[in-house]
């Protein structure tokens, strides 16, 4: 403990010999080393020649100083330095001419320290300024991230027949993915996925228009096919041409066993039926929200049993990167759900969220977002037409 407690002390003095930013950014030795090195070559090369003056070069220590000391530490450096020059002056030289040389060494190197320091004050200033505006911005980005967090679903809905988990991993803070579900009816529930182009903060705004749009949607009439033709709209009035959202939308009927989707340029979901193993792909059948004018979509549907699942999930997923510029693709996700027995639709999403972290590394260069539902109405009678 004593040991530790003096090499405590010696650091603390140490440091507070420094600038604030050079004493919080290593070790406190190195600065100090170069300064009383530079010092000291100075001074060796001062002793040996006494033919000529080298007092212009005692700046180099000074200089250095002034870019790692502290402001009082810097000023007194000058007198250490004109003491080393007047003591390995000639001796022969006029007291009044060796007064005069050594006063205007000492100004010419208060001079030099006062333009370093006031320059490295000011380096510093902008340094804070800067450090303040980041994390200022930080800030800024988390409210955002936890406004954006407002339009996802908060809770796992209590719908008969349906287990669903869901999950969104921005890749910067805020993100472009959007994924919802709601029940429309006792026997009707909605399910949304959605992806705007890019990521960050533009992404995140036109996700939010976009999850804005969908809740307004729901409490209208209840045409998938018009819906998608008004939200394009209202995005493409929003939005730059450069912008636009891969949307699949999708209604469960929980009594006919069926769903019907309508997928606007997203990704294909997946369909897992239980009783074969087989996996189908939901594709897309028009152009994404945002791009023309017009869209022109077609609904399709599909028949659903019970333990079927469903995965739906952004480019994230497909899309992410190993170190060797592999992605995970589709191949790897058809093959992971094609494993089945999935004790519920959390265990899903964990193992294929697990899976493509796994391969990425943990480090997602887009938006990852992963809806699963599992259709657990197997004691639900199928309603007629």
Known sequence: MPAKLGDFRESVLLRSLLRKDVALSGPAWLPLALVLGALSAVAYADRLVVSISLVYLYILPLAVGAIFLRKRVSYSLIVVCVLFHDYYSPRNINPGLRIFHNLSAMLCFALVVYVIQRHMEQREGLAKTVRQQRDDLLKDLELAAQVQRLFLPADKPAIAGLEIAGMMHPAQGVGGDYYDYFPIDART???????????????????????????????????????????????????????????L?????????????????????????????????????????????????????????GGDILVFYTDGVTEAENGLGEEFGMERLTALVRQGSWPSAEDIMTKIYNAAADFCGDNFDDDLTILVVKCNFDASPVASS
């Open 189 to 247: 529930t909605q399910i949304v996925i959605a992806d705007v182009s890019g990521k960050g903060v533009p992404a995140a705004l036109l996700m939010s228009a976009t999850a804005a749009a969908m809740r307004l949607e729901a409490n209208r009439q209840r045409n998938m096919l018009e819906q998608v033709g008004r939200l394009n709209t209202e995005i493409g009035a929003v939005s730059d041409p450069e912008r636009y959202v891969t949307l």
């Open 249 to 305: 939308v999708a209604e469960i009927d929980t009594h006919k066993h069926i769903i019907h989707y309508v997928n606007c340029g997203h990704n294909p979901a997946l369909l897992f039926r239980a009783k074969t193993g087989a996996v189908s792909l939901m594709n897309s059948s028009c152009l994404p929200i945002g791009l023309s004018p017009e869209e022109i979509c077609e609904l399709s549907s599909a028949d659903l049993a």
